[in-house]
């Protein structure tokens, strides 16, 4: 079935270094991919998505892009801030079921100043 | 109004207790969602509706039971819970899965 890897955490960064978190995926047809993050004690929120191959979403400073070829979706910023200390989940929404959000297990993003 | 309210925050109820989740939407949308996270886990789907239909049931058992009563409003009934259930219960809804609206979810303990 349809399924996301996302790499295991923590990740902890000093303040203004460069993240990746490495998502890959599996499914058939065209997905939609996205990236959501949940701060402490809250529900997720909606960071950027991509709906077909070779968009690249943005928001907030973080960038990925949707790459059919290595069935990834890898997350990046330029220089993190503490604010941005969160989890980060990589999701797919199946071609064949456009109600299903299928997530990845979760990456935690740790940021000291 | 962005926001999807659910109610109560938090609560903690015995095996044998009955108890409802609440959620409220009023931004339209077509599509409500009932997830459940573990700690340190990803939501897992439970519950889908379209249109105030039943569009989505991963297997869940039966002493979860949703009901929609109307195109804002979407419940979760519990009954007879384990203490394996106790999680975080998130609501969302939208439009479709482009983008969900998440709530700030309902703490569940069962004892």
């Known amino acids: 079935g349809d399924s996301v890897t996302q790499m295991e955490g923590p990740v902890t960064l000093s303040e203004e270094a460069f993240l990746t978190i490495n998502c890959t995926y599996t499914a058939t047809g065209y997905p939609s991919l996205f990236w959501y993050v949940q701060y402490p004690g809250e529900g997720l929120q909606l960071l950027l998505k991509a709906t077909k191959a070779d968009d690249k979403g943005s928001n907030k400073g973080f960038e990925a892009t949707y790459r059919k070829e290595t069935t990834s979706f890898h997350l990046e910023k330029g220089s993190v801030q503490v604010s941005d200390s969160a989890v980060y989940f990589c999701a797919l929404s199946p071609s064949s079921n456009t109600d299903k959000l299928i997530f990845g297990t979760g990456t935690r993003l740790q940021v000291f100043p | 109004d962005t926001e999807v309210t659910q109610t109560p925050k938090h609560l903690v109820m015995g095996m044998t207790n009955k108890k409802s989740l609440k959620c409220e939407q009023h931004m339209g949308h077509r599509a409500m969602y009932w997830y459940k996270q573990k700690a340190k886990k990803p939501p897992e789907l439970m519950f889908v509706?379209?249109?105030?239909?039943?569009?989505i049931n991963e297997s869940v058992p039966s002493r979860f039971s949703p009901e929609c009563p109307n195109s804002s409003l979407l419940n979760l009934h519990l009954h007879a819970l384990q203490p394996e259930d106790s999680a975080l219960y998130l609501c969302?809804?939208?439009?479709?899965?482009?983008?969900?609206?998440f709530g700030s979810g309902t703490q569940l303990s069962v004892l």
């Open positions: 509706y379209s249109y105030e239909k039943l569009s």
């Open positions: 969302a809804s939208s439009q479709g899965a482009e983008k969900l609206f």
